[in-house]
């Protein structure tokens, strides 16, 4: 089904099958499936079905940050002395004190999980362009006008 290509009906599939079984004794596989339009690539991808893997979860790394470490990272960049500073300054704020908490990284990951990181600058919108708009009603009235980037 991920090809492209429509399956069969059920019935259809049954009968082919069927069929098949019938034809490869006495032909073999690449006469049977000749036989039958199938694709010899078809038979043998159905002899052997694909097991679909079962995605198991990521562990957790050993160096994770405990649960109770986490707020008090976001304790320390919510605190009055860093109210408007970067997680950059505050990382390296603390780091001057002797305190080192987690990352630099760590301490984006622990805003972006909380929702507190963003694109603080205002992004442009542009207008959207005016297309141009020919008018005829009859012919060599519309000129082609040279290209002029804006």
């Known amino acids: ?11 259809v599939q049954a009968v082919v099958t069927e069929t098949f079984a019938t034809l490869q004794p006495r032909l073999g596989v690449a006469g049977a499936c000749r036989a039958l339009g199938l694709p010899r690539s078809t038979y043998y991808a159905r002899r052997h079905p694909r097991r679909v893997a079962v995605p198991r979860p990521r562990p957790t ?8 470490e986490r707020p008090a990272i976001l304790d320390a960049l919510h605190s009055e002395r860093f ?8 990382w390296a704020t603390l780091l001057d004190d ?12 622990l805003l972006r999980a909380a929702g507190e990181v963003r694109e603080r600058r205002a992004q442009a919108t542009h207008p959207p362009r005016k297309k141009p708009e020919l008018l005829a009603t009859g012919p060599n009235q519309c000129k082609r006008q040279p290209y002029t980037p804006q």
């Open 61 to 68: 790394p050993r160096t994770a940050l405990a649960a109770a």
């Open 83 to 90: 109210v408007d500073a970067s997680p950059a300054t505050v």
């Open 1 to 11: 089904a991920g090809s492209g290509r429509q399956e069969r009906p059920p019935v």
């Open 98 to 109: 002797g305190v080192y908490h987690a990352s630099l990284s760590t301490f984006y990951r």
